[in-house]
């Protein structure tokens, strides 16, 4: 399924190439700059944070930091464009907020989890979004904790398992519908295949789902608008849209999935600069680029008058494989389209340009 | 005996022979035609004739024209000069013979020099097709290599431009927050002057930093102000959640899904035998029948050490329910502790087989089994056995340190034993 645009596709070009000495878990822009940040784990077992700044054909390492835990997660979603603090999640279950100019004291630390926070989220800074700034925080503990950081150690919402249920680890969590200061909805995928949708204004459970394959990534195409679209990706090379628009009271949301390859998806990434482009990232090593067409009509009713979603399609613009080893974190720049910085287990991280991305 | 052909007719110039064969009626290939430098034949069966030729000729040019009943040689001379005859007048047998030995082997020697010039230039050709299709893709190559690199310098100045365009927008920005941190100075020099002798801040970066440090939230003072802009934090709430249920730890795979399946299956499967034809169960009392409770029991004992009562209590477990992998796992223990090495083998191996189909699940009963049975065989001194079975349980946990460990050790007493032997 891939787009007949011949030479007009969108090429994918491997800008910087850096080999690090640690493994790279995740790799993050710093909003408003042309600096990159990468957290991972060193063979001591001590966490690292670098920050590099593109140089030309090349990336200059500004500052290093070690931390006593490797660090799993890391997120800039929750501050604001001045102070761009980094809140961290490690192997230990800590959530820490840095401040980059003095990274010795944490702003904000609170051991929120017991086991390993997986994946985290923010919400509310950068100026995107309206409302407190949030961060979430999914662990393997199976549980998802929201936490506001000007309230110390206890979080603002808690969404664990029920009493004697066992626990499922929780493998990726997004923020979504923040559009105004009342509404906000938090997004989990769990490794059985569980994805649930928590309404934080009414604090209840809004949809669940189960795709049949663990869920590696799961993300809103924006945090900021109500609900639009929803992409989860999964074990098995499988990853589902689903159209959020339009809720039917048993059916749920409605979805398009695809099957991009034989390995496991891990990330999936949107187009800042346009919510229909998004970029998911193999476990093969490869990144593919797809764009999603809405349908003629995005709702209609079924048998019984209620509305119910359609979904549209997905096609795939362009592919490139750039390792042998998973791809595992996957981030673009905020400020210019089609940049984006991409970190694999071969322990290098890679800049890359996705050109033509105004002619799709 | 064939039939010779003798009415042929020729007539010659100063270069040229022109031979005419009647055929009577046979017809001819140009199989039958051979001809070397100075033998010529045609033979088609019964028909034969030959001819010794008075002297050389170009036989690769020669023609030979078949048609009409009868075949038109044309022999180019190697020497123009006009022939006496058509052939050799004095030619006694032994004479002809040697001369058409000659003229075979010569013809032999020819067609072997053609092959191999043919195939030389056959390769030629084919070296001179592939370097032109290999120009033709390297070209082809070459120009998308440096579209791409068109591409890549475009997009790289581009960059630049934009990263210049945000430190000049930063270098702006931290003018202003200097400017901030100024006035925030101000009222905390003051403090300091209380205190310290010191009356000169030394320099803005360090004493940025180090107010920085002490204070620890020096740039929140512009940010209380931001505060009351922003709702206060939401209430503390829980959400339950209940989870699709899964009876295996690990993530949920579609691929797997008809094996785990099949596993999940087998062990209900298990658990509902129970072979209760021996009257001597009657006498038993109701707990003494469950093997689950017996397995415990045999655990129990174990650990205190009282080997055989356990192999006592998973023999009875085994004779109500034989398909429970673990019951054989155990008892393999306790006779490996008994020494009963060969009763250890037997049930780490009906074990094993009661662990197919394998799955993550049962990977540690499985570990263990192959320990179980590769100790056995060591101690019964059959090494190579024993090795294949500590290869099988690091191959499913091949981050066990001490089967590791183990394995390596036999590998030495392998070796050893078979440099002295």
């Known amino acids: 399924m891939s787009a007949a645009l011949g030479p007009e596709r969108p090429q994918v070009v491997s800008h910087v190439q850096q080999a690090l000495s640690y493994t790279v878990f995740d790799c993050k822009w710093v909003p408003r700059s042309a600096r990159l940040l990468c957290l991972g784990s060193a063979a001591r077992g001590t966490g690292i944070v670098q920050l590099y700044e593109l140089h030309g054909a090349r990336l200059e390492l500004l500052r290093e930091i070690e931390k006593p835990k490797p660090i799993k997660c890391g997120t800039f979603g929750a501050t604001s464009l001045q102070q761009r603090y980094l809140a961290t999640g490690d192997f230990d279950g800590n959530l820490n907020i840095w401040n980059l100019e003095a990274p010795e004291i944490p702003v904000y630390s609170v051991k929120g989890h017991k086991e390993i926070i997986n994946s985290i989220d923010g919400v509310g800074g950068l100026g995107i979004g309206e409302g407190a700034p949030e961060i979430v925080t999914g662990s393997r503990d199976g549980t998802v904790k929201v936490w506001d950081p000007r309230q110390r150690d206890i979080p603002v919402a808690n969404m664990e398992p029920v009493q004697g249920e066992s626990k499922r680890d929780c493998w990726t969590v997004a923020f ?142 362009q592919n490139v494989t750039l390792s042998t080893q998973p791809i595992s974190s996957l981030d673009w720049s905020p400020d210019k389209k089609g940049l984006c910085v991409c970190g694999a287990f071969d322990q290098t991280v890679r800049v890359l340009i996705v050109t033509k991305l105004n002619k799709v | 005996m064939p039939v010779w052909l003798r009415e042929h007719s020729w007539r010659q110039t100063a270069t040229a022979v022109y031979l005419s064969l009647p055929l009577r009626g046979a017809r001819a290939t140009p199989a039958n035609i051979f001809c070397s430098e100075q033998y010529l034949k045609v033979s088609i069966p019964p028909f034969l004739f030959e001819a010794v030729l008075y002297a050389p000729i170009d036989d690769t040019n020669s023609t030979a024209k078949i048609g009409n009943g009868n ?167 829980t959400i339950k959640v209940n989870f699709t249920p899964r009876v295996f730890p690990t993530a949920l795979r579609e691929s797997r899904i008809a094996e785990e399946e099949e596993w999940l299956h087998k062990q209900a499967e298990a658990r509902r035998i129970i072979n209760s034809d021996l009257s001597e169960l009657e006498d038993l009392k109701e707990e003494e029948k469950n093997p689950d409770w017996l397995k415990d029991k045999g655990n129990k004992m174990f650990a205190m050490g009282d080997y055989l009562g356990a192999v006592n209590a998973y023999n009875l477990a085994v004779r109500l329910n034989n398909a429970l992998p673990l019951l054989y796992l155990n008892r393999a223990a306790c006779h490996l502790k008994l020494r009963n090495l060969h009763k250890a083998i037997e049930d780490s191996s009906k074990a094993l087989e009661l662990l197919i189909p394998p799955v993550p699940d049962n990977e540690k009963a499985r570990v263990k089994a192959h320990v179980r049975r590769g100790t056995a065989f060591c101690q019964l001194e059959l090494y190579t056995e024993g090795l294949r079975d500590y290869e099988a349980a690091l191959k499913i946990d091949p981050r066990n340190k001490n089967i590791e460990k183990d394995a390596e050790k036999i590998r030495h007493l392998i070796q050893g034993t078979m440099q002295c032997s």
Request: glycine share 6%; aromatic share 6%; with cysteine.
């Open chain 1, 176 to 317: 979504g519908n923040a559009y105004n200061q009342e509404e906000r909805v938090v997004c989990a995928g769990y490794d059985n295949g569980d994805i649930k949708l928590f309404d934080l204004k009414t604090m209840s459970l809004r949809w669940e789902t189960n795709i049949k394959n663990g869920v590696c990534s799961v993300e809103f195409d924006r945090k900021d608008i109500n609900m639009n679209k929803l992409v989860a990706t999964s074990l098995e090379g499988k990853f589902h849209v689903f159209d959020m628009r339009t809720q039917h009271p048993t059916k749920g949301f409605a979805s398009v999935s695809e099957k991009a390859q034989k390995s496991t998806i891990w990330q999936v990434r949107h187009l800042p600069q346009n919510r229909d482009i998004f970029m998911t990232s193999g476990g093969s090593g490869s990144l593919h680029l797809w764009k999603y067409e809405y349908p003629a009509q995005r709702s209609k009713k079924d048998s019984e008058g209620c509305e119910m979603g359609v979904a549209g399609s997905v096609s795939l613009l």
């Open chain 2, 71 to 237: 075949i038109f040689f044309t022999l180019y001379k190697k020497e123009p000069s006009m022939w006496d005859s058509l052939t050799l007048a004095n030619a006694d047998k032994e004479k002809l013979q040697s001369l058409r030995e000659n003229a075979v082997l010569k013809a032999q020697e020819k067609a072997k020099e053609e092959t191999e010039a043919k195939k030389i230039t056959k390769q030629e050709h084919k070296k001179y097709a592939l370097e032109a299709t290999m120009k033709v893709e390297e070209a082809e190559r070459k120009r998308i290599e440096d579209m791409k690199e068109k591409e890549r310098q475009k997009v790289t100045k581009e960059l630049e431009l934009w990263k210049n365009q945000q430190k000049d927008g930063d270098k702006y920005k931290s003018i202003q927050k200097k400017g901030e941190l100024h006035k925030e100075i101000e009222p905390l020099k003051e403090r300091k002057n209380e205190t310290t002798t010191k009356t000169r801040i030394p320099n803005e970066g360090t004493s940025k930093t180090r107010l920085k440090s002490t204070k620890g939230s020096c740039s929140m003072f512009s940010q209380n102000l931001k505060e009351e802009q922003l709702p206060a934090p939401r209430a503390a709430a």
